[in-house]
């Protein structure tokens, strides 16, 4: 699974998401960046910003 968590490009953001694709999450995280953040452009240096954070979703430990 991978996550992405938005407080990692906007300081103090809770929101996170987290999908089977990279493309899904990216998808998420533009619409969350436009309803939420107001952004109404969202330029390829913010998709690449977003790509850069997205990472593997730590698995807990099996007890």
């Keep these: ?4 968590e ?3 490009l ?3 953001c809770q929101w996170h998401t987290r999908a089977d694709q990279d493309a899904e999450v990216v998808r998420r995280a533009v619409e969350h ?3 939420d953040h107001g952004e109404d452009i969202i330029r390829e240096n913010m998709i690449e910003n977003i790509k850069a954070r997205i990472r593997d979703e ?5 007890a």
Excluded at 58 to 62: I, R, T
């Design 10 to 12: 906007v300081p103090g």
């Design 33 to 35: 960046l436009r309803t």
């Design 58 to 62: 730590a698995k807990p430990d099996a």
């Design 1 to 4: 699974m991978r996550l992405f």
């Design 6 to 8: 938005c407080g990692t």
